[in-house]
């Protein structure tokens, strides 16, 4: 049987940073994949500016850099005859988005959190808990065949969608909203764009310069789903046509990299981010429609979080960790739900006049497109954004 302080199950965006900061205190951890290292991931791979702070405070920005993903500094976003260019914000020292490919950019923090300390095993899968007084102290993994147990005062699931330490501690679900969307995207080499947002009636597209290629992804409604996945070409270039016709034509001149990857099962919910001796962290325990790209920099804010609320405890014993465990669950939900619900509101791709009306108003002012770009990348949530749109209001 092995020891350590900490035990986390995931080793991508939510897992391997909590990792690595909670082994820059001193802590004993141990991050277990059942994935192979440097695999790939279904992501359209926008990094928000605040995420892109958090890769720069970690020192990992000139390895994302060199990967060959370019720097996006701003969004164009057009929806029926009104075209708006957002500047990204400033955010912790550069203004800069970065979509870097899954692969990479999983690898880059999974060897941060080893440099760190961490204890990182591959191909590792996690099936059980181990109880102890109503808490879980431990787990055990199946690897090359082999059961392998481990102790540990906390076990962090950073496990994805379908976490197995969710259902296993068990975490309970809520504000729970039935699927909004569906979307179909791949790659293509030698497309001239930067990084564009088309709304068209129920239809997106959203193009994301990444290393060496354009991801050009196509958003339907979910009801729109089981014909879409029956021709997912088809219904790439039927929503490209409809809702993005400058891309389209654009396209043509492209050559596509791979195949197109159809993907319906884009779930909103939070669960219970922590109990005793445990934690979620990333789409373990809150997970949104992902047209709005938020799911690898809330992971990120999330491994902060947590990592903050254990540094706060001092220490593993469980009077002291459980209730800064509990702070992390809150804080948590106060951070991720004004987003939860501007997504859930996007992701209807309802244009109503309204929101056309309030966006020709955006466009024609620089001052409210850059505020406009803040709310995009979340350095203003949702509510300040209007309260500093309606300051600015006619
Ligand atoms: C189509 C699509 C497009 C997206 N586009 C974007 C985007 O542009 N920008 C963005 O920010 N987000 C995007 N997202 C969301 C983003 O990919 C996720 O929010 C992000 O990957 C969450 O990271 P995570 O570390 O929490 O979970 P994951 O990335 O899912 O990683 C979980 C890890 O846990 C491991 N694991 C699971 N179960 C076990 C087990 N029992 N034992 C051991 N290991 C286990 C898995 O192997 C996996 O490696 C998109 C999602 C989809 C589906």
Redesign the pocket.
């Known amino acids: 049987m092995e020891t350590y302080d900490v035990v986390v ?8 940073p909590a990792a690595r900061l909670l082994a820059g205190q001193g802590l004993r951890v141990l991050l ?4 192979a290292r440097g ?1 790939d ?8 500016q605040p ?1 892109v702070a958090f890769l720069r405070a970690w020192g990992v920005l000139d390895e994302v850099r060199a990967t060959g993903a370019p720097p996006i500094t701003g969004l164009t976003y057009r929806v029926r005859d009104v075209v708006l260019r957002a500047p990204g914000p400033e955010v912790g020292g550069g203004n800069e988005a970065y ?1 870097p490919r ?1 692969g990479d950019l ?1 690898a880059i923090l999974g060897r941060a959190a080893e440099a760190a300390g961490v204890d990182v095993v591959h191909e ?4 059980e808990l181990v109880h102890e007084r109503g808490r879980p102290v431990g787990l055990r ?1 199946r690897k090359a065949g082999r059961w392998h147990e481990v102790r540990a005062d906390l076990v962090v699931g ?8 969710a259902g296993l501690v068990p975490a309970e679900s809520y504000a729970v909203h039935p699927k909004l969307s569906c ?1 179909v ?1 791949g790659y293509w080499a030698g497309l001239d764009a930067g990084f564009e947002q088309h709304q068209g009636d129920g239809l997106w597209v ?1 193009v ?1 310069p990444t290393a060496g290629a354009h ?1 050009v ?1 196509c958003y339907f409604r979910q009801s729109e789903f089981a014909r879409v996945r029956v021709d997912v070409a088809g219904a790439h270039d039927r929503c490209l046509r409809a809702a993005a016709p400058s891309v389209a034509e654009r396209l043509a001149g492209a050559e596509r990299i791979g195949r197109l ?1 159809g ?1 319906g ?2 779930q909103n919910y939070f669960r219970t981010a922590s109990g005793p001796g445990w934690a979620l ?4 325990g809150h ?1 949104k429609d ?1 047209l709005t ?7 990120f804010v999330q491994a902060d979080l947590l990592a903050r609320a254990v540094a706060e405890a001092g220490s593993l014993r469980p009077a002291r960790l459980d209730a800064q465990l509990a702070a992390y669950a809150r804080e948590r939900d106060r951070r991720m739900m004004p987003f939860y619900r501007s997504t859930l509101a996007v992701a209807r791709l309802d244009v109503e006049a309204e929101r056309l009306a309030e966006l020709r108003r955006i466009a024609a002012s620089p001052e409210l497109c850059a505020r406009y770009g803040a709310a995009v990348a979340g350095v203003l949530t949702p509510e300040e954004y209007r309260l500093h749109d309606a300051a600015l209001a006619p």
Request: aromatic letters at 4%.
């Open positions: 199950v995931g080793a991508r965006c939510g897992g391997a277990l994949d059942r994935g695999s991931k279904l992501s359209t791979l926008y990094v928000h995420g979509a899954r999983d590792a899968s996690v099936t993994y950073a496990d994805g969608l379908r976490s197995t330490v979307c995207y959203g994301i991801v992804a990857i993907m099962d884009q962290v990333g789409d373990a997970h992902s790209a938020r799911g690898i920099t809330d992971a």
